[in-house]
């Protein structure tokens, strides 16, 4: 038999047949494993949770025309190739136009209905969004100041700029008759607006027009939003990408106080994690001095008495960083749905970093104990009991 | 040339003179036994010829080497060359079996033998419980144990100290006559006991006192 396989057998031996002692340092690496990898993972997870959750304040970049009337929907789709799709969690055209209804000036937006929900999940809507021609969403100001409800019809009146006055003094003007499906509750401005669809409003105006604004919601740290502003104003001469800076500047400020404050957790775990174990190795150690004394007097070096030691140490380690690994993935994934809502994405990578993390950390704790244990004299084990 | 002799060894703790200019020598395939008061510095005497353990003064020459000043590195290589090393407490390691803990010897001597181990344990009458554990062996079984340890690697010199010490009758008589069957192959024997009839089987017994040789008998009624 090689020295090798003895060696094993005994580590192995040790480990099984003292399980009681062994598994109460497999615990203490367990549970050190299993907050560092939680941790870590919430850690690496947070800007996408938070970010998911900074979105709900909606947009973050608009794009304004850099002249008069020089944005239209061909100037915003080239924006956009600039920003990963994926990272898009919303994007909504707006154009602006002034109609009355019952002789009352109101201002109407037309836009991708299902593009301004997106972009702006907050929106509370009473009814339905519109879905089909002839179908709008009214801001609740509007509805209380023209006595709307969902499932009234109101008819509105759009005069052309050009067609003011006309040769006969009477104002010419189109109308185009509407039914409520939504009342918005926003607590902004919006609610002073009726929002209808781009091609209702094309339909009404009888003019194509071009986008007075385009609100775009984006996942991304301050530096991505900034790289992409800039790549959409070096790129897209007609319009002018800007980011909103209250909103990206807090989603910075929160996430960094976050992860600095989740690094610092992880830190002191760590720390408390190796004097755990530097205590239960040091206890074994003290546990077992007649069986080192006796492997010595038998002609054990230090090397060796160091070697089964570790050896013991480093399977624990590698047990309780799987262990860890595994229980850390449920525990950041609680947290997740406790505290985001939502749910974590596995981290494949995380379990042989979290499994060498905790080898490491034991080789260190077992250090100290394990020097200690070569300490130990041979003429021990002739001492009586 | 003897196997073993020490020249005015002195063991010094503090102002206790435990072993005091002890000189002593031992011939190959010699069975000596050391009896004494408790105190007298048997198991002092024990560790030093052992190799666990240096005199204050003095020297130790095994196979006409002096080890008394050798550091801690070359005691161990001696010890595991050389010795073969039995306690009273027995001393197995509690988590490993009857033939694993024989094997652990040859482990740190040179290369573990399943085979080997389980003669060895054949020798001492307990093939049969090879995979048990010590706790599931009796007191006399777990001395055979490490009766088989202290022999796997052929040593210069088994030491025992106080091997009867917790055995019944019954299972002292079994040690002896491993004892004698290991002195007629020529092994060579040093054994502490505070009991008369296991000093009587040696050749001879050295009496210490006082960390001093008292006296020392030669057993005219020796049967090899
Ligand atoms: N490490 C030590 N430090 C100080 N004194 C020691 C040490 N080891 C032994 N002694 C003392 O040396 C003397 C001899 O001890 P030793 O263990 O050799 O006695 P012994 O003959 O084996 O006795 P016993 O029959 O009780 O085993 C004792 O007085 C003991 O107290
Ligand atoms: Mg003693």
Redo the contacts between chains.
Sequence with gaps: MKRQKMYFRMVVASLIRRRSRMLVALLAIAIGATILSGLVTIYYDVPRQMGAQFRGYGANMILLPQEENSMDMAAMEAALTHIPAESVSGAAPYRYETIRVNEQPIIIAGTDLQGAVAASPYWMITGELPSASGQALIGKEVASLLGLSVGASFTASYTPAQAETSENGVTQYQTMPFEVTGVLDTGGSEEQYIFLSSQDVEALTGEEGTLDVVQLSVNGSQQELEAYADAINGAVPQLAARLVKRVTQSETTVLTKLQSLVFLVTAVVLVLTMVCVATTMMAVVTERRKEIGLRKALGASNQSIIMEFMGEGLVLGALGGLLGSVLGFGFAQLVSTRVFNSSIRFQGLLVPITILVSVAVTALACLLPVRSATDIEPALVLKGE | MSLLQLNQVSKIYGDLRALDKVSLSVEKGEWVAIMGPSGSGK?TM??II?A??KPSEGEVLLDGRDISKENA?TL??I???KIG?I???F?L????TAV?NV???????S????KEALNALERVGLRDRAKH?PSQLSGGEQQRVCIA?ALINYPEVILA?EPTGNLDEANEGIVLDIFRQLHREGSTLIVVTHDPEVAEVAQRTIVLEHGRIAREVVNENFVP
């Design positions: 198991s024990m560790n052992g666990m353990d590195k161990t290589n010890r595991r060359d090393l306690f009273q407490q001393h390691v509690n988590y490993l694993e094997m652990v010897a040859q482990y740190y001597h290369i573990p033998d399943e554990l340890r100290d």
